[in-house]
Protein backbone atom coordinates (compact mmCIF):
# COMPACT_ATOMS: atom_id res chain seq x y z
CA UNK A 1 0.00 0.00 0.00
CA UNK A 2 0.71 4.05 0.01
CA UNK A 3 1.64 4.26 3.58
CA UNK A 4 2.18 2.17 6.75
CA UNK A 5 -0.40 0.38 8.06
CA UNK A 6 -1.21 -0.76 11.62
CA UNK A 7 -4.14 -3.02 12.98
CA UNK A 8 -6.23 -3.00 14.80
CA UNK A 9 -6.52 0.68 15.47
CA UNK A 10 -8.38 -0.03 18.92
CA UNK A 11 -7.69 -2.59 21.05
CA UNK A 12 -9.41 -3.23 24.38
CA UNK A 13 -7.91 -6.15 26.19
CA UNK A 14 -8.67 -7.84 29.87
CA UNK A 15 -5.59 -7.64 32.04
CA UNK A 16 -3.60 -11.10 31.97
CA UNK A 17 -4.28 -11.23 28.14
CA UNK A 18 -2.28 -11.71 24.83
CA UNK A 19 -2.27 -9.50 22.15
CA UNK A 20 -0.69 -9.31 18.82
CA UNK A 21 -0.57 -5.70 17.42
CA UNK A 22 0.24 -6.00 13.31
CA UNK A 23 2.21 -3.78 11.46
CA UNK A 24 2.58 -3.45 7.21
CA UNK A 25 5.34 -1.35 6.05
CA UNK A 26 5.57 0.54 3.34
CA UNK A 27 6.52 -2.12 0.23
CA UNK A 28 10.36 -2.22 -0.43
CA UNK A 29 11.30 -0.30 3.08
CA UNK A 30 13.85 -2.36 4.95
CA UNK A 31 13.80 -0.48 8.25
CA UNK A 32 10.99 -1.23 10.34
CA UNK A 33 10.69 0.31 13.74
CA UNK A 34 8.15 -0.23 16.90
CA UNK A 35 7.71 2.87 19.11
CA UNK A 36 5.05 2.98 22.06
CA UNK A 37 3.61 6.99 22.88
CA UNK A 38 1.63 7.00 26.30
CA UNK A 39 -0.46 9.48 26.90
CA UNK A 40 0.67 13.12 26.37
CA UNK A 41 4.48 11.83 26.59
CA UNK A 42 7.25 11.37 23.98
CA UNK A 43 7.63 8.09 21.44
CA UNK A 44 9.22 5.37 23.12
CA UNK A 45 11.69 3.05 21.18
CA UNK A 46 10.68 -0.64 21.64
CA UNK A 47 12.46 -2.62 18.77
CA UNK A 48 14.01 -1.93 15.29
CA UNK A 49 14.28 -4.63 12.54
CA UNK A 50 16.63 -3.76 9.34
CA UNK A 51 16.73 -6.58 6.57
CA UNK A 52 18.19 -9.88 7.47
CA UNK A 53 20.08 -8.33 10.37
CA UNK A 54 19.10 -9.67 14.12
CA UNK A 55 16.95 -6.98 14.95
CA UNK A 56 17.64 -3.91 18.39
CA UNK A 57 15.50 -5.65 20.75
CA UNK A 58 16.58 -2.89 23.06
CA UNK A 59 14.00 -0.15 23.77
CA UNK A 60 11.76 -4.08 24.91
CA UNK A 61 10.60 -3.23 28.13
CA UNK A 62 10.15 -6.59 29.99
CA UNK A 63 10.20 -9.86 28.59
CA UNK A 64 6.45 -10.28 28.59
CA UNK A 65 6.86 -8.00 24.81
CA UNK A 66 8.06 -9.62 21.81
CA UNK A 67 8.09 -8.64 18.15
CA UNK A 68 9.01 -10.59 14.59
CA UNK A 69 9.34 -9.49 11.46
CA UNK A 70 8.32 -12.25 8.59
CA UNK A 71 9.69 -12.29 5.13
CA UNK A 72 11.59 -9.09 5.49
CA UNK A 73 7.56 -7.34 5.53
CA UNK A 74 4.86 -7.75 8.18
CA UNK A 75 5.91 -7.74 11.68
CA UNK A 76 4.26 -8.35 14.66
CA UNK A 77 4.58 -7.15 17.99
CA UNK A 78 3.01 -9.42 20.79
CA UNK A 79 2.60 -8.56 24.88
CA UNK A 80 1.75 -11.22 26.92
CA UNK A 81 -0.21 -11.49 30.37
CA UNK A 82 -0.98 -7.89 29.66
CA UNK A 83 -0.84 -4.86 32.44
CA UNK A 84 -2.53 -1.48 32.78
CA UNK A 85 1.27 0.02 32.39
CA UNK A 86 0.97 -1.67 28.58
CA UNK A 87 -2.08 0.90 27.68
CA UNK A 88 -0.84 3.36 25.10
CA UNK A 89 -0.70 3.83 21.42
CA UNK A 90 1.74 1.46 19.52
CA UNK A 91 3.41 3.00 16.84
CA UNK A 92 4.97 1.19 13.75
CA UNK A 93 7.68 3.19 10.90
CA UNK A 94 9.39 2.09 8.37
CA UNK A 95 12.47 3.52 6.34
CA UNK A 96 14.19 2.50 3.06
CA UNK A 97 18.17 2.75 3.96
CA UNK A 98 18.57 5.46 6.77
CA UNK A 99 16.19 8.20 5.56
CA UNK A 100 12.61 9.37 5.39
CA UNK A 101 10.76 7.14 8.31
CA UNK A 102 6.70 7.28 7.61
CA UNK A 103 4.93 6.15 10.29
CA UNK A 104 1.27 4.18 10.92
CA UNK A 105 -1.92 5.66 12.42
CA UNK A 106 -0.81 3.34 15.94
CA UNK A 107 -2.93 0.76 17.66
CA UNK A 108 -4.45 2.43 20.76
CA UNK A 109 -4.36 -0.71 23.40
CA UNK A 110 -6.47 -0.35 26.73
CA UNK A 111 -6.07 -3.18 29.15
CA UNK A 112 -8.76 -3.26 31.83
CA UNK B 1 23.94 4.39 22.55
CA UNK B 2 22.50 7.77 21.40
CA UNK B 3 20.67 10.68 23.80
CA UNK B 4 18.67 13.24 22.64
CA UNK B 5 17.32 16.10 24.61
CA UNK B 6 14.59 18.89 23.44
CA UNK B 7 13.65 21.87 24.76
CA UNK B 8 11.30 23.67 25.62
CA UNK B 9 8.91 20.82 26.56
CA UNK B 10 5.96 23.74 26.04
CA UNK B 11 5.87 26.49 24.07
CA UNK B 12 3.65 29.19 23.67
CA UNK B 13 3.46 31.93 21.02
CA UNK B 14 1.69 34.89 19.30
CA UNK B 15 0.18 34.30 15.89
CA UNK B 16 3.06 36.00 13.50
CA UNK B 17 5.74 35.28 15.82
CA UNK B 18 8.42 32.97 15.50
CA UNK B 19 8.93 29.73 17.44
CA UNK B 20 12.63 27.86 17.84
CA UNK B 21 12.58 24.11 19.49
CA UNK B 22 16.32 23.27 20.24
CA UNK B 23 17.93 19.53 20.45
CA UNK B 24 21.44 18.00 21.60
CA UNK B 25 22.59 14.70 21.08
CA UNK B 26 25.41 12.53 21.89
CA UNK B 27 26.77 10.21 19.75
CA UNK B 28 28.69 11.85 17.07
CA UNK B 29 28.02 9.27 14.78
CA UNK B 30 24.38 10.44 14.40
CA UNK B 31 24.00 11.74 10.67
CA UNK B 32 20.32 12.09 10.03
CA UNK B 33 18.47 14.33 11.90
CA UNK B 34 14.35 15.04 10.94
CA UNK B 35 11.66 16.82 12.89
CA UNK B 36 7.98 15.25 13.40
CA UNK B 37 4.84 17.05 13.87
CA UNK B 38 2.40 15.47 15.53
CA UNK B 39 -1.03 16.58 15.85
CA UNK B 40 -3.58 15.65 18.88
CA UNK B 41 -4.59 12.21 18.24
CA UNK B 42 -2.72 11.78 15.12
CA UNK B 43 0.65 10.40 13.73
CA UNK B 44 3.93 12.00 13.87
CA UNK B 45 4.19 13.47 10.36
CA UNK B 46 7.84 14.35 8.99
CA UNK B 47 8.45 18.48 8.31
CA UNK B 48 11.47 18.72 7.54
CA UNK B 49 15.00 17.06 7.96
CA UNK B 50 18.58 17.77 7.29
CA UNK B 51 21.78 15.45 7.06
CA UNK B 52 24.87 15.55 8.53
CA UNK B 53 26.53 17.19 5.52
CA UNK B 54 24.48 20.36 5.68
CA UNK B 55 24.32 23.14 8.28
CA UNK B 56 21.08 24.85 7.47
CA UNK B 57 17.51 23.90 5.27
CA UNK B 58 14.63 25.47 4.54
CA UNK B 59 11.38 24.71 3.41
CA UNK B 60 8.66 27.92 3.68
CA UNK B 61 8.21 28.95 6.60
CA UNK B 62 10.32 25.90 8.52
CA UNK B 63 14.15 26.08 8.73
CA UNK B 64 16.14 23.60 10.38
CA UNK B 65 20.00 24.47 11.50
CA UNK B 66 22.73 21.70 12.58
CA UNK B 67 26.06 22.90 14.38
CA UNK B 68 27.58 19.31 14.46
CA UNK B 69 30.98 20.53 16.73
CA UNK B 70 27.98 21.30 18.98
CA UNK B 71 26.24 18.42 18.55
CA UNK B 72 22.81 20.45 18.28
CA UNK B 73 20.22 21.21 16.11
CA UNK B 74 16.93 23.58 15.93
CA UNK B 75 13.91 24.09 14.66
CA UNK B 76 12.99 27.38 13.66
CA UNK B 77 8.77 28.22 12.27
CA UNK B 78 8.00 31.63 11.54
CA UNK B 79 4.93 33.62 11.11
CA UNK B 80 3.29 31.21 13.12
CA UNK B 81 -0.06 29.99 12.64
CA UNK B 82 -2.83 28.52 14.62
CA UNK B 83 -2.55 25.24 12.33
CA UNK B 84 1.35 25.12 13.52
CA UNK B 85 -0.23 24.01 17.14
CA UNK B 86 1.11 20.40 17.49
CA UNK B 87 3.54 18.44 19.33
CA UNK B 88 6.93 18.66 17.87
CA UNK B 89 9.89 15.90 17.70
CA UNK B 90 13.47 16.10 16.91
CA UNK B 91 15.67 13.12 16.12
CA UNK B 92 18.81 11.58 15.58
CA UNK B 93 19.87 8.62 13.75
CA UNK B 94 22.78 6.61 14.09
CA UNK B 95 23.16 3.31 12.06
CA UNK B 96 19.77 3.70 11.07
CA UNK B 97 18.85 3.54 14.69
CA UNK B 98 16.22 6.45 15.55
CA UNK B 99 15.94 8.40 19.13
CA UNK B 100 13.19 10.89 19.48
CA UNK B 101 13.57 13.62 21.80
CA UNK B 102 10.86 13.98 24.31
CA UNK B 103 8.51 16.36 22.08
CA UNK B 104 7.46 19.63 22.49
CA UNK B 105 3.85 21.04 22.33
CA UNK B 106 3.76 24.25 20.76
CA UNK B 107 0.60 26.39 21.18
CA UNK B 108 0.46 29.39 18.82
CA UNK B 109 -2.23 32.02 20.33
CA UNK B 110 -4.49 33.52 17.48
Known amino acids: GAGVSQSPSNKVTEKGKDVELRCDPISGHTALYWYRQSLGQGLEFLIYFQGNSAPDKSGLPSDRFSAERTGGSVSTLTIQRTQQEDSAVYLC??????????FGSGTRLTVV | GENVEQHPSTLSVQEGDSAVIKCTYSDSASNYFPWYKQELGKRPQLIID?????GEKKDQRIAVTLNKTAKHFSLHITETQPEDSAVYFCAASSYQKVTFGIGTKLQVIP
Open chain 1, 93 to 102: ASSLQTYGYT
Open chain 2, 50 to 54: IRSNV
